[in-house]
């Protein structure tokens, strides 16, 4: 079972940045997509970023340009980061960190960490 653990978050200033990060208690061997979704109240949960196991990255309109996904170069990549600049109220929800394994086409979700925009 694989557990996803998330840091960063929190209240922010609009035009302010921060970064969220997410890290997998195990390795990943097969071939995968992790990153992240956000749900705002009244919304269905939707993409913010997601990078594949190949290095392919894919951002929502929303948020391209202004927020960057990456992960760490390690043997075994198990941790990504969000780096979220230029935030708008907009970008206000809960965040949660995704893992999808494509063999088995299991999700794993991490628990949410709240991102607020605000003056």
């Known amino acids: 079972q694989v557990q996803l653990v998330e840091s960063g978050g929190g209240l922010v200033q609009p035009g302010g940045s921060l970064r969220l990060s997410c890290a997998a208690s195990?390795?990943?061997?097969?071939?995968?997509?992790m990153g992240w979704y956000r749900q705002a109240p009244g919304n269905q949960r939707e993409l913010v970023a997601r990078?594949?196991?190949?290095?392919?990255?894919?951002?929502a309109d929303s948020v391209k340009g202004r927020f960057t996904l990456s992960r760490d170069n390690a043997k075994n990549t198990r941790t990504v980061y969000l780096q979220m600049n230029s935030l708008k109220p907009e970008d206000t929800a809960v965040y949660y960190c995704?893992?999808?394994?494509?063999?088995?086409?299991?999700?794993?979700w991490g628990q949410g960490t709240q991102v607020t925009v605000s003056s």
């Open positions: 995704n893992l999808r394994i494509f063999r088995t086409q299991m999700d794993y």
């Open positions: 990078i594949t196991s190949g290095g392919t990255t894919n951002y």
């Open positions: 195990t390795s990943i061997f097969s071939n995968y997509a």
